[in-house]
C-alpha cells in the first residue's frame, strides 16, 4: 500500500484499478492485481 499525493499516476498503470472511497480516504485498488494498491493522503 503506497500512501501518495495524487491517485492519478497510480490509476493509469493498470486498467483494472478502481478508485473507491472509504471512511473518509481516498483509495486506489485491484481486485486482478493486488499490488497496485494506493491511499491517498
Request: aromatic residues 4%; hydrophobic residues 30%; glycine residues 4%.
Amino acid at each position: 500500500m503506497k500512501v501518495v499525493n495524487s491517485l492519478k499516476t497510480i490509476k493509469r498503470r493498470d486498467k483494472n484499478c478502481r478508485v473507491v472511497r472509504r471512511r473518509g480516504r481516498v483509495y486506489v485498488i485491484n481486485r486482478r492485481n493486488p499490488r497496485f494498491k494506493a491511499r491517498q493522503g
